[in-house]
Structures are given as C-alpha cells and as structure tokens.
C-alpha cells in the first residue's frame, strides 16, 4: 500500500507565557496555534517487513530513531501488527527551528496514518502529548485556543480571510534554549490568561504579543529587522512565530502580500500562505 501524507505549518497567534510547571519546569502558557496551507509532504510504502525506514530530502535533520517520524512510529508500534513495517521519505518543505511546528506536524500524520491499522484503539492524545508539547494540536489541526505546555486544546473561531507571508531566515532557533533564555523562575507566580477575554471582545490582530521577542529580537537582530520591513511593506500585523526563527506578516490582500515578496527576498525564504480551518 503506498500513501502521500501532508503535514502543515503552524503559526502562534499571540504566546503569552504565564509561568513555570513545578512537576518538570516545563513553561505554562497561552497561544492561539493557527494551521496553514504550507505543508511537508510524507510518502509511505507500507509492507509486512516488520522494518520502518526513513530518508528525507533534508540531510540537516536526523534520520535516525530520534527523528520525530520514527519517535511517532515507535509511539503506536504496541497497538500495530508486529509484521507492519514502512519505507518512509519526508519531502521537508517546513525549515526545521522555524517555530512553525514542522517536525510536531510530521509525528502528528504519522499517528493519524496509523491509527487505522492499529488492532485496538491506541490513546492518541497523550502518546501525540509524549513526543512534544505541540503535537496534540497538530492531530485536529485548524484554529486552536492552547494553555497548559500548549496541550490543553479549546477549538476557537477567527476570521480566516487573511494571507500570511512567512519570512524564514537561514537560521534556526532552538526551542529549549529560547525558553531558558526567558529566564523564568520556579517560584514566579503565574500570571492569569488573557486571551480568552480578547476573544469576547472580538478578534482584532492589535491585542496579540509573543513573549519570546523580548530576548530573540535582541539575540538575532534580523528578527527585529523582518518584522519592520514587513509593517513597513503593508501589513495589518507581524510577530515571530513560536519561539522563532521564522516572522510572519499578515495581509488582509493577497496582492498586497504579493507585492511585499520582492521587498523582503535579501532576509531568507519567502512563502505566502493561507491559513485552513477545521477539516
Ligand atoms: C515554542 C513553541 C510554541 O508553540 O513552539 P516552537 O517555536 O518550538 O515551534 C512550543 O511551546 C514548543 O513546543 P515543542 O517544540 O513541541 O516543544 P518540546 O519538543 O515538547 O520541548 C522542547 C523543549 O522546550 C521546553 N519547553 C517546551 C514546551 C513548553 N511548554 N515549555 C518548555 O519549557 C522544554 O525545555 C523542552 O525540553
Ligand atoms: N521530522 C522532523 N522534521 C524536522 N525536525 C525534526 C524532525 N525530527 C526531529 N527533528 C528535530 O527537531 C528540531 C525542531 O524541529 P521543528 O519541530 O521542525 O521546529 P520548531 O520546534 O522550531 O517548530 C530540529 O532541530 C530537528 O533537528
């Protein structure tokens, strides 16, 4: 049986961190994650070898078992028959540490793809909530209100007639570092949430901050710079995605996104893209 998988992109709109986990230092916070049209592509020959295989067009990311892919395949593999095996190539279009949540989304396929092979129901959420704190998300994907470490997943409704234009730098952020680099302690109080509270008022782009600029801007300060040329260029918002590296703008016109790509060619990759709402 052979099968094409896509695994989009996410964006964070707004990611407000509210404090510490005591259990395991893991940061609480609040965002709105927002899946977009940009997408890995995963191809699969399965066969009754009982052996998983993984190649990429990206040799920068591990293949190994520590790859997100494998993590997912090894996640499932007791609820699977022990004779399944798959050839497995990732065709990655989504830069990985670009904080838009590529490798979250592959693992996250992988899981769904499986899930009918499986011979009794295996507990989707949290085997998708133990290879990272985004990949819940990523198993429904459209719109989503998240608290907690970004597993506690509340579908929500926002206008969606926008383009997004992702600017991604060729370097990436590591997530980890980011969060340390906040320099958040154990014993801060946690700060209350606010976005459901924008989300009464109505949705309006002008309540949204990311708290990680605060230290990524002044770290790599070609962030600061995409973010301005893209205000400048014309659009209704701009913020870093996730904890970085890739800054996206907003456009309320697709040609007013399409007008602002050439503008912003020196600062890396360019992809203009449409957000998608629930499937
Ligand atoms: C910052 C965000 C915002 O959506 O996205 P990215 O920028 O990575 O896309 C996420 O919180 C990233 O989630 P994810 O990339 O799944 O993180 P994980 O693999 O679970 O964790 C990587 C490391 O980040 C830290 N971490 C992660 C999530 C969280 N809520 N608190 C943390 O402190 C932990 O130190 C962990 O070891
Ligand atoms: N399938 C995968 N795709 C991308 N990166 C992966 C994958 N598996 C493991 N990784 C590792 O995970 C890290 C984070 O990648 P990714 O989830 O794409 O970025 P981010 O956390 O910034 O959204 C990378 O540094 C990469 O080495």
């Known amino acids: 049986m052979k099968a094409s998988l896509k695994a989009y992109a996410k964006i964070n709109i707004g990611l407000r961190i509210l404090g510490r986990r005591p259990s395991d230092g893991y940061h609480l916070l609040e965002t709105i ?21 993984l190649d990429s067009n990206r040799k920068d990311i ?76 990523f198993l429904a994907g459209g719109s989503a209100y998240a608290k907690g470490i970004g597993d506690e997943l509340e579908p929500v409704s926002i206008p969606l007639d926008w383009t997004a234009v992702l600017v991604m730098p060729p370097f990436s952020v590591s997530t980890q570092q980011a969060y340390r680099d906040l320099r958040i302690s154990l014993t801060d109080t946690v700060k209350k949430t606010n976005i459901p509270s924008f989300l009464r008022q109505g949705f309006a782009w002008r309540f949204f901050e990311n708290d990680f600029e605060r230290v990524i801007i002044p770290a790599y300060p070609q962030i600061g710079a995409i973010k301005s040329a893209l205000l400048e260029a014309g659009a209704t918002f701009s913020a870093l995605s996730g904890s970085g590296s890739t800054v996206y703008g907003i456009f309320c016109s697709d040609d007013k996104a399409r007008s602002c790509v050439s503008k912003l060619q020196e600062y890396g990759r360019i992809v203009m893209c449409q957000p998608r709402g629930l499937t």
């Open 33 to 53: 994650f927002q899946e977009l049209d940009f997408a890995d592509e995963i191809r699969l020959e399965v066969n009754r070898s009982g052996h998983f295989s």
């Open 62 to 137: 591990p293949l190994d078992e520590s790859n997100l892919i494998l993590k997912a395949v090894n996640a499932i593999k007791p609820w699977l028959p022990e004779d399944l095996g798959a050839n497995i190539f990732v065709d990655k279009q989504i830069p990985p540490g670009a904080g838009l949540g590529g490798g979250s989304s592959d693992a996250a396929a992988i899981l769904k793809f499986f899930r009918p092979l499986c011979h009794h129901e295996p507990p989707l959420k949290s085997l998708a909530l133990s290879l990272g704190a985004d990949v819940p998300f």
